[in-house]
């Protein structure tokens, strides 16, 4: 499958989490097959040179890493949720579009010196994949390239991100 037609598969879905807001929901898109490998080999031409690691952000964002990994033979390292991990090497706190949320890294997994691409779902105000880079920064390693599916262009996350090498698989 085109990577084009496999992006018109993101459905769009009014007043969810709350009022106002248009959530993009890529569950039609990782229900099929195709589509599904089509955004992970789209994901995997992008990545530089010596990067060994994905850093997959809860939750949507492990499948589309998890995947990668597997498939490319990258390692893989999930950021979470509070309360998720046994052992935390470090956590923080950040702004998102409807709210605040927590990040932590579980310790010993991130290598320092190592070069990782963040992947995420959605790229909307830039505050999610700002926490998870800096969670990496401060492990030692670097953000070598940064990989979401969407990107909602009008909420200015690009902007927030700049320095990083970021891939967008589908601009709305």
Do not use: C, W
Not at 48 to 66: C, I, K, N
Not at 141 to 157: M, T
């Amino acid at each position: 499958m085109r990577l084009e037609d496999a992006l018109t598969l993101v459905r769009e879905v009014p007043d969810f989490p709350e009022p106002g807001v248009l959530f993009r929901d890529l569950s039609p898109l990782l229900a099929d097959s195709a589509a599904f490998r089509a955004v992970t080999d789209a994901f995997a031409a992008e990545i530089p040179d010596g990067v060994s690691t994905v850093v997959a952000l809860e939750a949507r964002g492990f499948l589309f890493g998890a995947a990668l990994a597997a498939v490319h033979g990258f390692g893989l390292v999930t950021v979470r949720k509070p309360g998720k991990l046994p052992v935390v090497a470090d956590s923080v706190t950040y702004s998102l579009e409807y709210g605040t949320a927590t990040f932590e890294l579980p310790r010993g997994v991130v290598e320092p010196g190592a070069n990782v691409v963040i992947i995420d779902d959605v790229l909307a105000t830039g505050g999610t994949i700002e926490a998870a880079a800096g969670l990496v920064d401060r492990a030692g390693a670097k953000v070598a390239a940064v990989a979401v599916v969407v990107e909602i262009a009008a909420l200015g996350g690009r902007e927030r991100l700049a320095g990083h090498n970021l891939r967008s698989l589908l601009v709305v």
